[in-house]
């Protein structure tokens, strides 16, 4: 039933004008997070964390906040909206709708060198559009996908991401071995790393606050000497998108991989504060981030 309604929607979307479709999926998913739920708990927190980072012991605006959040789960409709019709987007559709404003350069020459590039990814915007871009432009990239239940479903989302020219490795057991595999090519690595699904991540601070982030950003660029860098794909106006490209990050082996992995993922952490804080309404994560006494604290 789960894989049915998906397929479904995803195949109205795909039928009706992409601003239609937008429109629809932002107006519900504005509805939906109206709602007093964890998920909007989980938004509230993450706002007022980055907003408090910001303004340095001064007042946060609680009306900033509500709008905010609200604004949280409208881009989010446009998120799902735009992933669904994005597998029909033509290419001079793609060229005409997203730039890449800064970074490129440092892409096109962390890729020449041939030791492959590992591309650090917050959950803003739509790191679907970038990746179907930089497919676009010939440099594509290899992500990691989120197992979904049932298989079907999870089959459903692996076809739609690989029509983009997105590669996909499955989450689990072999994916270490497969990027590394990759990477050792030369290829291009993408890994969202604002979220620790799988637990047992790296300890550090978000803005301000103690998490746990996925460790493989920075492992695998320490393990195969890639080119580490950090990007993002913000939504625009009118249906465009700004990518940005940070980096590189220094992954010079120096006190063993260990304290080399807590190194480099600190410095990680920070440039991504930065990118999030850029367009806090579009940090899609709706599960939590900080531990239960920490969210409390910072609701309070």
Known sequence: ???????????????????????????????????????????????????????????????LVERLV????????????????????????????LVIAEGEDLLREALARGNGVVLALPHVGSWEWGGAYLAHIGLPMTAVAERLEPEELFEFFLEKRTSMGLGVIPLGPEAGTALTKHLKSGGLVGL???????GGGQPTTLFGHPVTVPKGPATLALRTGATLLAGVAYSGPHGHHIAHIEGPIDTTRVDGLRADVTRVTEQL????????????????????VYDEDTTSRILS
């Not at 998906?6 to 795909?14: H, S």
């Not at 969202?192 to 799988?198: E, F, G, H, S, Y």
């Open 1 to 63: 039933m789960k894989t049915k309604l998906f397929v479904t929607l995803f195949g109205v979307l795909e039928r009706i004008p992409d601003r239609l479709a937008i429109a629809l999926a932002s107006l519900v998913a504005s509805l939906i997070g109206r709602r007093q739920s964890a998920a909007r708990r989980t938004v509230t927190s993450n706002v007022r964390a980055m907003l408090e980072a910001q303004a340095a012991g001064a007042p946060i605006d609680a009306g």
């Open 192 to 198: 969202l790393c604002d979220r620790d699904i799988l």
């Open 70 to 97: 609200n604004r949280n789960f409208k881009t989010y409709g446009r998120y799902w909206a735009e992933g669904a019709t994005l597998a029909s987007v033509s290419a001079s559709q793609l060229s005409s709708r």
């Open 269 to 288: 952490t920070q440039i991504m504060e930065g990118l999030i804080a850029r367009s806090p309404d579009q940090w899609h994560v709706f599960t939590p």
